[in-house]
């Protein structure tokens, strides 16, 4: 058994009248092109199988028509597949009941969508608490609960204005609120951040990071922005065309794409913006280190290559955020990788 939170396995989605007809054409070699033009149907999700270590951000990624909404929707299972498996906790999210579904749905996973979904008619407060009231969780409670995340999230002073009068990014954070209100364990943010200016976006982001550094959630995050993907995720997925190209940490999708489609994606990315020292630290192995410059895991190359260029150490002594020393990086294997 696998310890990841979620394990997506052989999941395949097709739509159109005959799916599973359909599916033995994608199974024979069919593309998407080719399946939409000679059968007259849509291949959504092709052979995915995915593991979602529990309390990480796991970025899914690709352009329009990648399969990525249809994906997480799976997750939650508005979506049903065509063929294969979801798997949460060890619960088969395919086998459940409808009043196992809807209580699974309530208590265990909250999503935030592109568009803010807020109701119209409700204030902020009353939008923050909705998912609570469903739950049939007490008034007080629900409004203390509330409360907490409408701070947390920087809308205090405004639990009484209706979405109409908050800006793009006000609204976005009532929605984070009352995904977080619901307290559910897995967090689904389909292009949450996309609707919204860079700058709003970049506050957006931190926020989230900032949340997940105290709440480690489980959080699936949709995206077809590359720097928010490497920003924001402990892993990526990327996809394309319903196929998964390439998943892993996100020095591994820079230092080594896999295929042409990845390699386009990161041929221009700053890496030294976007790779931390524990991303491509060696194992310590006996070397002498005493005189080693020390960084923390999760300082980017950015942050300390100015130092490592005026001081010339021959190798960094990695530590964490108690100073404990979890690996080291010559100098050498740095300058390797801000060449390529």
Do not use: C
């Amino acid at each position: 058994m696998s310890d990841a939170k979620i394990q997506i396995k052989n999941l395949y989605k097709i739509f159109g009248k005959n799916p599973k007809t359909a599916m033995e054409y994608v199974k024979e070699g069919v593309g998407k092109d080719e399946l939409l033009e000679k059968h007259n149907h849509v291949l959504g999700l092709k052979d995915i199988n995915l593991d979602i270590p529990e309390r990480s951000i796991q970025v899914v990624m690709g352009l329009s028509g990648s399969g990525k909404s249809t994906l997480i929707r799976h997750i939650n299972r508005l979506i049903e597949p065509t063929a294969g498996s979801v798997t949460i906790d060890g619960d088969e999210v395919l086998k459940m009941n409808e009043e196992d579904l809807r209580s699974f749905r309530r208590s265990k996973t909250a999503m935030v969508f592109q568009r803010f979904a807020l109701l119209p008619h409700k204030t902020v407060l009353q939008n923050t608490i909705f998912g609570l009231h469903i739950q049939k969780i007490d008034d007080e409670t629900a409004k203390k609960s509330a409360l907490r995340w409408i701070d947390r999230v920087g809308l205090s002073g405004y639990e009484d204005k209706y979405p109409q009068h908050l800006s793009g990014g006000m609204q976005q954070r009532v929605g984070l609120a009352r995904a977080l209100t619901n307290d559910g364990d897995i967090l689904l943010m389909d292009e949450a951040f996309s609707a919204l200016d860079p700058l709003i976006r970049k506050d957006m982001q931190d926020i989230l990071l900032e949340l997940q550094d105290e709440l480690h959630k489980t959080v699936v995050f949709i995206t077809h922005d590359l720097d928010e993907a490497l920003k924001i995720g402990d892993r990526i997925a990327i996809l394309k065309d319903g196929i998964m190209d390439q998943e892993g940490i996100p020095a591994e999708i820079l230092l080594n794409p896999q295929t042409k489609y990845v390699k386009d994606f990161v041929e221009d990315v700053n890496r030294a913006r976007v790779i931390k020292a524990k991303h491509i630290m060696d194992q310590i192995n006996g070397q002498d280190l005493n005189n080693a410059m020390p960084i923390n895991q999760d300082e980017f190359i950015d942050r300390f290559i100015d130092k490592v260029i005026a001081e010339k150490p021959d190798s960094l002594l990695i530590q964490d955020k108690d100073k404990n020393n979890v690996g080291f990086l010559s100098s050498k294997k740095l300058a390797e990788i801000l060449k390529r």
